[in-house]
């Protein structure tokens, strides 16, 4: 009788720990984080399929297997934590984990995790409680913010350098332009023709101001798409002779020399923005060869191509600074910043005028030895 009484307990007791069991799992496999009981041997007793399919598993499969064959790439991050849980006794909460699992080897995924200890009615520790959250998304979101607070910083400074660059080099042709009118206004006065040293150095400031406004005026233009081109033929040697005629070496020991081939290089495209190219390289070579020494216009066939090329024997460009050349507002470290100074903006425009030609311009230069700015636009055929 008293046999028979406690099968029955033993029977109702095995059913209740079978129910609440699968109360357990009901409640693990529906919660939306990873979620496992691992023992003191670090086997899974317990785990849902959040947590199993970070392995590439069901659950089932991972039952009684150990933290270790799971998941072996990450085992020696979260063993030692695991452990040490289960030493004090002292819950681990929200540590931030990252790394590979089986299920995406390639992809590096980010996690909080816990890891709380599980005692017996009496306090001994029997395992722990993990608890997975991915956090991925969350941690993608911010990297993406953080990249675009940087970006934008970055972009505030370039504008607030720009600002004053560009208020400095407006002003600055001002003060000689104010000084050489005055003078004109005095010899009038005195009843004298003003001297045309004075007219010239006038014009010559006004011209330095237009150039600075038309080249703002270009790269806003640039940046909203609106450079338009004219299409027309053009012969290269007439223009680079054009261009020659207005080009003044800038008051240095310059020498100009040039070259081209006696057969016609005929390109379709915009005279004026071609022209433009051609005055902006060979002012950069007298601007940035402040010793003087010899600037040379090279005109060249190619195959299919003319190659125009501006050589200097100035002050070069260091290697580190070559590829940002050709950016907006871009001078280099060892640009003087008396005397002759720029917006950074005439290579950004020059190269978009070649581009959109189909053509191509390129630097070759040492520090200390000189440049040559080498530019290839398509012949017409
Ligand atoms: P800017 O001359 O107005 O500064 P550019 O866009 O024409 O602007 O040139 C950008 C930078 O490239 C210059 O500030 C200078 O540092 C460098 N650079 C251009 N041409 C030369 C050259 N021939 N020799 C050395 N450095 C040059």
Sequence with gaps: MERERLLVAEQNARERAEESFALLD???????????????????????????SLHGRKRDQELGRTVR?????????????????????????DMEMSGHV????????????????????????????????????????????????????EAIRVRDDF???????????LTPLKLHLQMMKQQSAAGHTP??????????????????????????????????LRREPVELQALANE????????????????????????VKGDRGRLAQVLTNLLENAFKYSPN???????????GAQARISVKDAGIGIPEDQ????????FRARNAPISGFGGLGLGLYICRDIIERHGGHISVDTEVGQGSTFRVTLPLET
């Design 322 to 329: 070559r590829e940002h050349l050709f950016q907006r507002f």
């Design 26 to 52: 009901t409640f693990l496999n529906h919660a939306p984080v990873g979620l496992a009981f691992i023992n003191r041997e670090l086997r899974y007793l317990r785990i849902n399929d959040a947590l199993a």
């Design 163 to 173: 600002l004053s660059i560009a208020a400095h080099e407006l002003k600055t042709p």
């Design 102 to 153: 089986p299920a995406t080897p390639d992809e590096l995924r980010h996690w909080r995790v816990s890891y709380y200890p599980v005692r017996t009615p009496s306090g001994g520790i029997v395992g722990l409680g993990a608890v997975v959250v991915e956090v991925t998304a969350e941690h993608r979101a911010r990297q993406e913010r953080e990249r675009l607070l940087k970006e934008a910083q």
């Design 243 to 266: 261009v020659l005629a207005e080009t003044r070496p800038l008051g240095h020991q310059h020498t100009l020399e040039y070259e081209a081939p006696p057969e016609p290089l005929m």
């Design 292 to 302: 003087g020494g010899v600037v040379r216009l090279t005109l060249e066939r190619d």
């Design 195 to 228: 001297k045309p040293h004075h007219v010239d150095k006038a014009l010559a400031q006004v011209t330095r101001l237009s150039v600075l406004i038309h080249d703002l005026l270009d790269a806003t233009r640039i940046e909203a798409g609106r450079l338009e």
């Design 69 to 93: 064959e799971m998941n072996p790439n990450m085992a020696s991050t979260f063993e030692p934590l695991m452990l040490q849980v289960m030493k004090t006794g002292i819950p681990l909460s």
